[in-house]
């Protein structure tokens, strides 16, 4: 006989929070973004309006999670994301029952709001009625116990470029709050120089309040000026740089080197035993970077779910539709785009 699994599938509510963090600690597959404090970070940061469904046996224990979050814009269009901003999302199930009944619940909830397609970013391949990306790849490296050992099994290449900042006087300094303002500007910057739209500073600080644990700021300094930096999560036993820049005046001196090496070091000094480069298309300069380093790409697959069928949505710079945009924003002053890209980005996944 077929044994019958009782379950429900219900919104999340302000008292479930220690238990959904729990059931995100306990479980295998998930990532640092299934928090439920990053429900609070989003609809702080950009007014969205999030739908985290979770899934409760018999025994009222949770076992499944789904957060989304709502996009709306008369530019791009009206989804659902689990989640926007990050590499990670997706369903978490202890069970192979639950995560269909998640996914039918979230398909409900697009068809009542309407929208025109959800996107679930998942690292393994899902069963059901969805069209999968898979053009994209984290980038990943072992890390050894002690910081000298993974310096040792660098090329000899590779350590020139790392000492070559350390000789031009850079130096590297890790904090929280404290390093906010440096990396704003390095990231504001290089977010203009690439002609995309650029987070409030707020969402950061946000971030940072949250997640007082397992979130840190890395910065590379020349004299007092900040020329790389990069914004580290950790989860379990992983650190990820999810986003990192530098200025390109300052690329003589190779500050980036000096970035990632020193965030490495962090991480094994901590304990770590995973770096997470992050999300890089195969082949491109990204992706050769974080390759010199040792790190072994790992598949995305990002799911979709469309009311309309058609083609896969494509909201992303690589689209030649927004080509002119992009080269436009290139030439604003970077001010300018501070204050006007949040109001844009937020609504870009």
């Not at 200025?247 to 991480?267: G, H, K």
């Not at 990002?302 to 992009?326: C, D, M, Q, S, V």
Request: glycine share 8%; proline share 5%; aromatic share 14%.
């Amino acid at each position: 006989m077929k044994e019958i699994f009782l379950m429900t599938i219900r919104l999340f509510e302000n008292d479930d929070k220690k238990r959904w963090d729990e059931f995100v600690k306990r479980v295998d597959g998930t990532a640092h973004y299934h928090y439920s404090g990053w429900k609070t970070v989003i609809e702080k940061s950009f007014g969205h309006k999030t739908y985290y469904l979770l899934s409760e046996d018999e025994w009222n224990n949770i076992d499944g999670i789904l957060p989304m979050v709502h996009l709306k814009s008369r530019l791009f269009g009206s989804f659902l994301v689990s989640l926007p901003y990050f590499n990670y999302g997706g369903i978490c199930a202890e069970r192979a029952e639950v995560g269909p009944r998640l996914l039918q619940e979230a398909i409900h909830i697009g068809e009542r709001e309407n929208v025109e397609h959800i996107e679930l970013r998942e690292v393994r391949e899902l069963n059901g009625p969805l069209s999968i990306k898979r053009s994209k790849v984290v980038m990943n490296l072992r890390l050894p116990s002690r910081a000298e050992d993974l310096w040792g099994s660098f090329s000899s290449k590779l350590r020139s470029q790392i000492r070559r900042p350390q000789k031009e006087g850079l130096i590297a300094r890790i904090g929280r709050e404290d390093e906010l303002d440096g990396f704003y500007e390095v990231f504001s910057t290089n977010m203009r120089d690439l002609g995309t739209p650029v987070y409030s500073k707020s969402f950061f600080k946000n971030i940072l309040e949250e997640f007082e644990a397992s979130t840190w700021i890395c910065s590379v300094y020349k004299e007092k000026q900040p020329v790389a930096s990069g914004f580290l999560v950790s989860h379990k036993d992983r650190v990820e740089i999810p986003w990192a820049s530098s200025l390109r005046d300052y690329n003589f001196c190779s500050p980036n080197m000096l970035l990632y090496w020193s965030a490495l070091n962090f991480a094994c000094d901590r304990g770590y035993r995973l770096f997470d480069f992050g999300r890089s298309t195969p082949g491109e300069g990204t992706y050769r970077f974080k390759e010199q380093w040792g790190a072994k790409p790992v598949p995305l697959y990002w799911h979709y779910w469309l009311r309309k069928g058609g083609a896969l949505p494509e909201l992303n710079p690589a689209n030649p539709k927004y080509r002119i945009a992009i080269n436009l924003w290139k030439r604003l002053p970077v001010g300018l785009t501070r204050l006007i890209g949040p109001s844009i980005v937020k609504n870009l996944p």
